[in-house]
């Protein structure tokens, strides 16, 4: 819950995993400030002045996209010329500037943002926090370790969407998620097989004695210092669905695995969802990739 902190963790981290030879870091869902990971605590309008007040932090401490904020991860990602990906609370600051997205950026080994993509759907007491994404940002994208693209979370679960990701040839596809456990890890799995690609399950590891003391409302909320909120569940699966690394559950720490996209071309020799084998004369997808506005400004003036 606090912004800058956060990002300095983030660069540390970055620092100590290109160290150690990593072309690409991946944070998780939400990691900047944090997870609000109280709405599936508190009921939605039940205690109206907790959930005011938490929403102001997560709001005061959300990214601004347009600002200097995020400046230290590009300087980071260039200076040790690895690819980030990393979730983010994003404060919209071109409408209301009130609304929050959840959201999750990827920065290119150069140091220039290559892509943003906003969370398509909120999940269940999420609404309540994030608006609503679009399909500017369902993309896949060109990076130093291979074609990226990512969905959060219960964005997993929507075919269409991932839909779109096989048909522009993902081959790292990165699963940042608050969600853990065997159903979960099956889902992915899943997502190895149908798309042919290379899966990296991202884990919101949280301890309730991560989360500061001066959390209002702490010891209602987590009285159990001791009490894991999520246990991580970070995983690899290669192309086809086997389980090569992890899952790392109820364990700290930066995750390592070598990643050979040659493999991803391979796997696709046997059933390739959007090549040989799609039926386009029968199914087509559409997706709407302009961005979405409220409200659209024009110059009525005249010479």
Same mark, same amino acid.
């Given at each position: 819950?606090?912004?800058?902190?956060?990002?300095?963790?983030?660069?540390?981290?970055?620092?100590?995993?290109?160290?150690?030879?990593?072309?690409?870091?991946?944070?998780?869902?939400?990691?900047?400030?944090?997870?609000?990971?109280?709405?599936?605590?508190?009921?939605?309008?039940?205690?109206?002045?907790?959930?005011e007040e938490l929403h102001k932090q997560l709001l005061n401490n959300s990214v601004v996209m347009e600002s200097n904020d995020l400046a230290p991860l590009y300087e980071v990602a260039k200076k040790n010329n690895v690819t980030i990906v990393?979730?983010?609370?994003?404060?919209?600051?071109?409408?209301?500037?009130?609304?929050?997205?959840?959201?999750?950026?990827?920065?290119?080994?150069?140091?220039?943002?290559?892509?943003?993509?906003?969370? *398509?759907?909120?999940?269940?007491? #999420?609404?309540?926090? =994030?608006?609503? /994404?679009?399909?500017?940002?369902? !993309?896949?994208? +060109?990076?130093?370790?291979?074609?990226?693209?990512?969905?959060?979370c219960w964005e997993n679960y929507m075919p269409l969407a991932r839909y779109a990701l096989y048909s522009q040839g993902v081959e790292i596809y990165i699963a940042p998620t608050y969600d853990?456990?065997?159903?979960?890890?099956?889902? *992915?799995?899943?997502?190895?097989? #149908?798309?042919?690609? =290379?899966?990296? /399950?991202?884990?919101?590891?949280? !301890?309730?004695? +991560?989360?500061?003391?001066?959390?209002?409302?702490?010891?209602?909320?987590?009285?159990?210092?001791?009490?894991?909120?999520?246990?991580?569940?970070?995983?690899?699966?290669?192309?086809?669905?086997?389980?090569?690394?992890?899952?790392?559950?109820?364990?700290?720490?930066?995750?390592?695995?070598?990643?050979?996209? #040659?493999?991803?071309?391979?796997?696709?020799?046997?059933?390739?969802?959007?090549?040989?084998?799609?039926?386009?004369?029968?199914?087509?997808?559409?997706?709407?990739?302009?961005?979405?506005?409220?409200?659209?400004?024009?110059?009525?003036?005249?010479?």
């Amino acid at each position: 819950m606090e912004k800058h902190k956060t990002i300095e963790i983030a660069v540390t981290t970055v620092e100590e995993a290109a160290t150690n030879g990593a072309e690409l870091v991946i944070f998780t869902e939400a990691f900047i400030p944090g997870y609000p990971t109280w709405i599936w605590r508190l009921r939605p309008g039940g205690d109206w002045n907790l959930l005011e007040e938490l929403h102001k932090q997560l709001l005061n401490n959300s990214v601004v996209m347009e600002s200097n904020d995020l400046a230290p991860l590009y300087e980071v990602a260039k200076k040790n010329n690895v690819t980030i990906v990393c979730g983010i609370e994003e404060r919209d600051s071109y409408f209301s500037q009130s609304t929050i997205y959840n959201t999750v950026i990827v920065i290119g080994s150069d140091g220039t943002l290559l892509n943003k993509h906003r969370k *398509l759907m909120p999940t269940n007491p #999420e609404r309540m926090v =994030w608006g609503f /994404g679009d399909a500017s940002g369902l !993309k896949v994208v +060109d990076t130093s370790s291979g074609r990226v693209g990512i969905l959060l979370c219960w964005e997993n679960y929507m075919p269409l969407a991932r839909y779109a990701l096989y048909s522009q040839g993902v081959e790292i596809y990165i699963a940042p998620t608050y969600d853990s456990g065997d159903g979960w890890l099956g889902t *992915l799995q899943h997502i190895a097989r #149908e798309g042919c690609c =290379w899966v990296v /399950g991202c884990g919101n590891l949280m !301890k309730a004695s +991560d989360i500061p003391d001066d959390f209002p409302e702490k010891s209602t909320l987590y009285p159990d210092n001791n009490e894991w909120v999520n246990p991580g569940d970070s995983v690899v699966i290669a192309p086809g669905g086997e389980i090569v690394a992890g899952p790392i559950n109820k364990e700290s720490g930066i995750f390592y695995h070598e990643i050979d996209v #040659e493999k991803v071309s391979i796997a696709k020799r046997a059933l390739d969802v959007t090549g040989h084998y799609s039926r386009p004369d029968i199914f087509q997808l559409h997706v709407n990739t302009h961005a979405q506005s409220p409200c659209v400004f024009t110059d009525k003036s005249t010479k």
